[in-house]
């Protein structure tokens, strides 16, 4: 904050507030607020149905709560403490990167804090900050990998032609809460047949077919800490063009994992990815992105930035985690191939926290 040369900080984001004091809830989906300055706070303004939680779940010493009514203004409310804490002319940044910060509610706190202070933009000044994970949030995070390979176990151990998605899907979650993790910050992205092309989560399910290629992106979350994964796993004859996919993909996150190190960007991890899917002649079937950080997380992503796109100059430092996955969807074929894993920079070769097989996997 001194550096950006800011007084105090108003924070939205429920992963700021988590990482900083401890404060653990869904409730940031009404309209919430943390106060930090120089030398004073944290404040929390919240609701009356997060004055225990907050209490409980935090070292957070000032809570103030605003009066849910027909005529509530909670940015007003935000005003005073900013007032009684002597902000007034001074720099204050804006946490506006928030999800629980709707437009409207932006809007209305611009037009609450006017004359009172200079706003500015540090939507990044706590995600920067949170990049670089402690040794016990490591542990967390190697602690979420370990699950993901629970998880990955029971997806290919359910997943036979007849069943449903679903009914795999669910197996999987049940996996996840049985070792201990938290229901993740996405839904997760599965289908089959015409689904299998899909990067995201739909409405309905499938039956998984006798030639199937059925796609997976699940992750795992231990104290909000996030680990992720893709992969297929194919029923019936395996198509020797799956096979060209599946290699392709393999050689590309195993490439982009080598630069996965200390002193290189995300934009170099991003041209790995590129050169080895332009040298398998599958660049038209792959994705702009590759991947991205990930650790602290509420609904309704897991996805944190930086992402893996080209030339992003983000240098990689050790304690960064990512979420590396090679996406192949072919329009041409209808065919798609996926691994991803997520794996920790340190000083030498990366670790990855998770494992997806480099084989095809077939049941």
Not at 194 to 217: K, N
Request: glycine letters at 8%.
């Amino acid at each position: 904050m001194a550096d950006a040369e800011l007084d105090g900080l108003v924070l939205f984001r429920q992963e700021s507030m988590f990482y900083l004091t401890g404060y653990d809830t869904s409730g940031y989906t009404m309209f919430q607020a943390m106060y930090l300055g120089l030398e004073a706070g944290p404040t929390l303004l919240t609701r009356t149905a997060d004055r225990i939680q907050s209490r409980n779940t935090s070292i957070i010493e000032d809570i103030q709560i605003w009066i849910d009514h027909e005529d509530a203004s909670p940015a007003m409310e935000l005003r005073r403490i900013l007032e009684a804490h002597g902000c007034a002319n001074q720099r204050i940044g804006i946490e506006y990167h928030a999800y629980g910060l709707t437009g409207q509610r932006a809007l209305m706190v611009n037009e609450a804090l006017e004359g009172l202070c200079r706003l500015v933009d540090a939507s990044d000044l706590v995600r920067l900050v949170r990049l670089i994970k402690s040794d016990l949030e490591l542990e967390y995070v190697r602690k979420s990998g370990a699950i993901c390979d629970a998880i990955l176990q029971t997806s290919i151990s359910h997943t036979r032609p007849g069943s449903t998605v679903k009914s795999v899907y669910g197996a999987m979650m049940n996996t996840l809460l049985c070792e201990g993790g938290d229901p993740t910050a996405s839904r997760w992205p599965m289908g089959a047949g015409e689904a299998a092309v899909f990067c995201r989560y739909h409405t309905g399910d499938e039956v998984i077919a006798q030639q199937d290629q059925v796609v997976f992106e699940p992750a795992a979350a231990y104290r909000h800490y996030h680990t992720c994964m893709m992969y297929n796993i194919l029923t019936g004859k395996v198509d020797p063009r799956h096979q060209a996919m599946n290699e392709a993909c393999a050689n590309a996150l195993d490439a982009c994992q080598q630069r996965l190190t200390v002193g290189n960007t995300v934009g170099d991890l991003y041209a790995a990815h590129d050169e080895t899917m332009h040298a398998h002649g599958f660049s038209h079937a792959a994705l702009s992105a590759c991947g991205y950080s990930v650790g602290i997380s509420y609904p309704p992503s897991w996805m944190d930035w930086p992402m893996v796109w080209k030339d992003n100059p983000q240098v990689l430092e050790a304690g960064m985690v990512f979420f590396l996955h090679m996406i192949l969807l072919d329009d041409q074929t209808g065919l798609s191939m996926c691994i991803g894993e997520t794996a920790i920079v340190t000083l030498g070769a990366c670790e990855p926290v998770n494992r997806i097989p480099r084989e095809i996997i077939h049941t």
